[in-house]
């Protein structure tokens, strides 16, 4: 299923507002359970899958944290209630990346009326990630060739090198990336006053806007039951 990247947007902006305002279990879980139904909409199955087995997991640390000392229980259940808040977020956030290309937040975004400063640095920051991603890969497999990859060995005896040998490469070729992907962004026109042109041409259906509307106002209706301004 698609849906118009617009109602993506706003989406993302609801499910963040409502996930860390509903910060107790219960609640927070319902809205997690929303978002699943979405990116399974989506076509995101396997992720929805993934995102649950580790959010069950959490949940059940929670569940057995009695038996855990006091004081590596507070500190570790800081840690799990700042994750499962944010399992929403990075669930429909990927959902988001994977089902929307580049070109359509773009475009998305000129539809919206975004300034053009925002559009362009939003653009350049989406080609920037997964090209470091890559990046990260080749300086780990460079690592391992030389015998300093991340392995128990190595963190133990020699982690000043490690560090060293991940971070001055990485760094490098950040920065050349940075460079070539505003380089490359100027070339396009990205930057060009003129009234942007695309082959992307986005319209909202009757579908977009009744998918949106139910959803929408699941996760409203989340927010208000949490604010207690409508009882069970």
Same mark, same amino acid.
């Given at each position: 299923?698609?849906?118009?990247?617009?109602?993506?947007?706003?989406?993302?902006?609801?499910?963040?507002? +409502?996930?860390?305002?509903?910060?107790? +279990?219960?609640?927070?879980?319902?809205?997690?359970?929303?978002?699943?139904?979405?990116?399974?909409?989506?076509?995101?199955?396997?992720?929805?899958?993934?995102?649950?087995?580790v959010y069950v997991?959490?949940?059940?640390?929670?569940?057995?944290?009695?038996?855990?000392?006091?004081?590596?229980?507070?500190?570790?259940?800081?840690?799990?209630?700042?994750?499962?808040?944010?399992?929403?977020?990075?669930?429909? *956030?990927? %959902?988001? @990346?994977? %089902? %929307?290309? +580049?070109? &359509?937040?773009?475009? *998305? @975004?000129?539809?919206?009326?975004?300034?053009?400063?925002?559009?362009?640095?939003?653009?350049?920051?989406?080609?920037?990630?997964?090209?470091?991603? &890559?990046?990260?890969?080749? !300086?780990?497999?460079?690592?391992?060739?030389?015998?300093?990859?991340?392995?128990?060995?190595?963190?133990?005896?020699?982690?000043?090198?490690?560090?060293?040998?991940?971070?001055?490469?990485?760094? !490098?070729?950040?920065?050349?990336?940075?460079?070539?992907?505003?380089?490359?962004?100027?070339?396009?026109?990205?930057?060009?006053?003129?009234?942007?042109?695309?082959?992307?041409?986005?319209?909202?259906?009757?579908?977009?806007?009744?998918?949106? @509307?139910?959803?929408?106002?699941?996760?409203?209706?989340?927010?208000l039951f949490r604010?207690?301004?409508?009882?069970?």
């Amino acid at each position: 299923m698609k849906l118009d990247v617009r109602h993506k947007f706003f989406l993302l902006i609801l499910i963040s507002a +409502v996930a860390f305002a509903a910060k107790d +279990v219960a609640y927070g879980s319902i809205v997690f359970v929303i978002v699943c139904l979405l990116s399974f909409l989506l076509g995101q199955g396997k992720k929805v899958v993934k995102f649950a087995g580790v959010y069950v997991f959490l949940l059940l640390f929670v569940a057995f944290s009695k038996y855990v000392p006091a004081i590596l229980s507070s500190m570790i259940l800081m840690v799990v209630l700042c994750i499962r808040m944010c399992m929403p977020i990075m669930l429909y *956030g990927q %959902t988001f @990346l994977k %089902t %929307t290309p +580049v070109s &359509e937040m773009v475009t *998305g @975004l000129y539809a919206m009326k975004m300034p053009r400063a925002f559009v362009i640095t939003f653009a350049v920051a989406m080609r920037f990630f997964p090209t470091v991603k &890559e990046e990260v890969s080749h !300086v780990r497999d460079a690592m391992s060739l030389r015998g300093i990859g991340f392995t128990l060995r190595n963190l133990r005896l020699r982690p000043a090198i490690v560090f060293e040998g991940f971070i001055t490469p990485l760094l !490098v070729r950040a920065s050349t990336i940075a460079e070539e992907l505003s380089a490359a962004s100027i070339t396009r026109g990205l930057d060009n006053p003129a009234p942007r042109t695309a082959f992307i041409k986005l319209g909202i259906t009757l579908k977009d806007i009744c998918l949106t @509307l139910i959803f929408a106002a699941m996760l409203i209706f989340v927010l208000l039951f949490r604010a207690n301004v409508w009882r069970w």
